[in-house]
């Protein structure tokens, strides 16, 4: 609809210039959308621009253009506004045609070539590998695919990204938290360190082990607790 009203405003600006009354084009049509409705469906300073340009008064030449503008279905009423805004109505018949533009358009309606030739690098949920997955990360996986579905339908190159961090302390305390827990079901009495995850997943988890290995990793105390520094045994 942008567009088609930026045809019209062309097609008024050629007819002018044809007339003499200007001398030529604008390299750029600024058309934007109104945040009032009152003020119209769309508005546009091209009469405040040119009007610079010829030495001409904004409001006079507002009214010019939209003069030459004639009749569009697709434009209810105009109206000039402040210095020389030019604002636009859109008709009922214009909404119609968004819809057939959509129909006849199908998959491909909305999509562009702005970013062909660019490469994006999406990374988006990346959970963190200690913890159990949440509502939350069902929202991140939803936003960042549908971010990824628009970059690719205005042309860019996607690469989606799921970040696993699956080093470092964090998983190292996971191994321990999960390990204390297994011996603790193995019959074992150990302090649960401080630091330790105390998530009913780690028992969970610990549970899933011992029925499976039954006390087959069970390690005695003394021979846990022997190259543990007395830091890490108190967390």
């Not at 008709?91 to 909305?110: H, K, P, Q, R, T």
Request: charged letters at 25%; aromatic letters at 8%; one cysteine or more.
């Amino acid at each position: 609809m942008k567009e088609q009203l930026q045809d019209l405003i062309i097609k008024s600006l050629s007819d002018l210039i044809d007339k003499g009354l200007l001398s030529e084009l604008p390299s750029k049509i600024r058309l934007d959308h109104t945040k009032d409705k009152t003020h119209g469906d769309y508005a546009t300073n091209i009469a405040l621009v040119l009007a610079k340009q010829t030495n001409s008064d904004p409001k006079k030449l507002a009214q010019t253009i939209v003069d030459q503008l004639g009749e569009s279905a697709l434009v209810k009423k105009t109206e000039i506004a402040g210095p020389g805004f030019i604002n636009f109505f859109l008709s009922d018949e214009s909404s119609s045609a968004v819809i057939n533009d959509i129909i006849d358009s199908g998959d491909s309606y909305g999509m562009s070539t702005i970013g062909s030739g660019k490469s994006v690098l999406l990374e988006f949920v990346s959970a963190n590998p200690t913890g159990p997955l949440h509502v939350g990360h069902g929202r991140g996986a939803a936003y960042g695919a549908t971010i990824s579905n628009l970059l690719r339908a205005v042309g860019f190159k996607v690469d989606n990204e799921y970040y696993v961090n699956d080093a470092g302390r964090q998983m190292d305390i996971l191994t321990v938290s999960i390990f204390f827990r297994y011996l603790t079901l193995s019959g074992e009495k150990l302090r649960f360190p401080d630091n330790g995850y105390q998530g009913k997943y780690i028992k969970d988890i610990a549970e899933s082990v011992f029925e499976q290995y039954g006390d087959k990793w069970r390690k005695s105390s003394s021979v846990v607790y022997k190259d543990v520094c007395k830091d890490g045994q108190q967390g």
